[in-house]
């Protein structure tokens, strides 16, 4: 958690422009059809991204707040059209940006603590996702 937190502050002071730009460029290249999910400019869409990714990181140490947020977020990804499989993607893209981003800083042992969080938080997400309808 603390490799996660420190990491994204370094990050952090790379232009969310800039973040949103190679993230969602990655995305889009591994599954191309994902950009319709995205309407019209995407300039809003990186800074909701950078906020978001903060929030969550900034109370990885409040699991039972952080989880709900979670929770909360997978429902609206549902609405989006977001489906467990897209996760995964998404994972893949958040950390080859995370990368190309921390440059030297993005060690082995930053990259297992990047892929243990994504594992948690996605789980999270796509379980939840999984619930709706059910009760």
């Known amino acids: 958690m603390i490799l996660v937190k420190n990491s994204w502050k370094l990050f952090r002071k ?11 460029g990655k995305l889009f290249q591994q599954l191309p059809s994902l950009r319709a999910m995205f309407k019209g400019d995407m300039s809003a869409q990186y800074g909701k991204l950078v906020d978001m990714l ?3 990181i ?5 699991p039972e707040t952080v989880n709900a947020e979670i929770r ?4 609206r990804h549902v609405e989006y059209g ?4 897209h996760y ?8 080859w ?12 042992e930053t990259a297992e603590a990047w892929i243990t969080c994504y594992a948690m938080l996605s789980n999270t997400m796509i379980k939840a996702a999984a619930g709706i309808g059910k009760g």
């Open 54 to 56: 903060s929030l969550v």
């Open 14 to 24: 790379i232009d969310p422009k800039f973040i949103g730009e190679v993230f969602y």
């Open 97 to 108: 940006t995370m990368k190309q981003g921390l440059g030297p800083d993005w060690t082995d």
């Open 72 to 75: 909360q977020l997978a429902m």
């Open 88 to 95: 995964k993607l998404v994972g893949d893209a958040l950390l």
């Open 58 to 62: 900034s109370r990885l140490d409040k």
């Open 82 to 85: 977001v489906r467990p499989g």
